[in-house]
Nanobody
Framework: QVQLVESGGGLAQPGGSLTLSCAAS????????MSWARQAPGKGREWVSG????????HYSDSVKGRFTISRDNAKNTVYLQMNNLKPEDTGLYYC?????????????????????WGQGTQVTVSS
């Protein structure tokens, strides 16, 4: 069965960095785009970043553009999210998600429509 297991979360100071990983199994990883989403305390889940199956295209929400970098290693069935210059508003539970297609389109932020499997999440807390 499909499994997505996130890791790498933790406590970081403002301005600090963390790298999240998502290990995938149970499907042909290099056939599908992947995304990261997050849920801040008391708020809904929001899309953060996505990457096509062949890594040719990456996408970011305006709130993280220029600070976060998404990448993937298809040989290791793993997608990463490098987070730099972290801010307190980046605090939340971070999830990786498997897209239904190999590419991402203008609807990539529609979490209920475009993604069919989710991990359990890894907590990121940014605080001094």
């Amino acid at each position: 069965q499909v499994q997505l297991v996130e890791s790498g979360g933790g406590l970081a100071q403002p301005g600090g960095s963390l790298t999240l990983s998502c290990a995938a199994s149970g499907f042909t990883f290099d056939n599908y785009a992947m995304s990261w989403a997050r849920q801040a305390p008391g708020k809904g889940r929001e899309w953060v970043s996505g990457i096509w199956s062949d890594s040719t295209h990456t996408h970011y929400s305006d709130s993280v553009k220029g600070r976060f970098t998404i990448s993937r290693d298809n040989a290791k069935n793993t997608v990463y999210l490098q987070m730099n210059n972290l801010k307190p508003e980046d605090t939340g539970l971070y999830y990786c998600a498997k897209a239904r297609t190999s590419a991402l389109f203008a609807t990539m932020h529609r979490l209920d429509d475009e993604y069919d499997f989710w991990g359990q999440g890894t907590q990121v807390t940014v605080s001094s």
